[in-house]
């Protein structure tokens, strides 16, 4: 069982930046692939980014240039930096982990870009 806590989200001005994170149990999370996905309202979850236990990065196309994930594993902590925020960008952002072929997610944070 992973159990996964997500931290960092608000309310920012649009052009603005926000830094989520998700600490994560477990002792071996060195070897999870971890992974940052979102929700808007109406809407189904999408993915935002992924890293697997090699640093191996990957982002959805709307992301790009202007999201950065990236993980510290003696924190076991992926971190999710947002910069260049839009109105679209708001919602309910989830922490993902795969470990053993099994999915698990965090509760989710809100990230709301409004002026």
């Known amino acids: 069982q992973v159990q996964l806590v997500e931290s960092g989200g608000g309310l920012v001005y649009p052009g603005g930046s926000l830094r989520l994170s998700c600490t994560a149990s477990g002792s071996t999370f060195r070897l999870y692939f971890m992974g940052w996905y979102r929700q808007a309202p109406g809407k189904q979850r999408d993915l935002v980014a992924t890293i697997d236990n090699s640093g191996n990065t990957n982002y959805a196309d709307s992301v790009k240039g202007r999201f950065t994930i990236s993980r510290d594993n003696a924190e076991n902590t992926v971190y999710l930096q947002m910069n260049s925020l839009k109105p679209d960008d708001t919602a309910v952002y989830y922490c993902?982990?795969?470990?053993?072929?099994?999915?698990?997610w965090g509760r989710g944070t809100q990230v709301t870009v409004s002026s």
């Open positions: 993902k982990s795969v470990w053993l072929l099994v999915d698990y």
